[in-house]
Nanobody, 123 residues
Framework: QVQLVESGGGSVQAGGSLRLSCAAS????????MGWFRQAPGKEREGVAC???????TNADSVKGRFTISQDNAKNTLYLQMNSLKPEDTAMYYC?????????????????WGQGTQVTVSS
């Protein structure tokens, strides 16, 4: 059974940084992609960044130059380093996984989801 557990969320002031982690277990696909998504109250879930087993990454325009997705295969952990945070980055952040190397930011492609970690950025 695939399990994804996020951690690292919290409250920061604008301009600050956070690093989110997602510990994965039970995931045996050799070709895969994993992503970070976020959902703010009253808004649709949006893709933030994704990475595949080749290390190819894609970022949403809204976070380019500020957020970096990475992975540690030895630890089965996905990361999202978030710098220069803005109030509009406030949301619940989820990690997700899918079979296949297609790295895209559409949530419907992803089969497995974590429970989420809250990020709040104050002005």
């Amino acid at each position: 059974q695939v399990q994804l557990v996020e951690s690292g969320g919290g409250s920061v002031q604008a301009g600050g940084s956070l690093r989110l982690s997602c510990a994965a277990s039970g995931y045996t696909y050799s070709n895969y992609a994993m992503g970070w998504f976020r959902q703010a109250p009253g808004k649709e879930r949006e893709g933030v960044a994704c990475i595949n087993d080749f290390g190819f990454t894609t970022n949403a325009d809204s976070v380019k130059g500020r957020f970096t997705i990475s992975q540690d295969n030895a630890k089965n952990t996905l990361y999202l380093q978030m710098n220069s945070l803005k109030p509009e980055d406030t949301a619940m952040y989820y990690c997700a996984a899918k079979a296949g190397r297609g790295c895209n930011l559409g949530s419907s492609w992803y089969n497995y989801w974590g429970q989420g970690t809250q990020v709040t950025v104050s002005s």
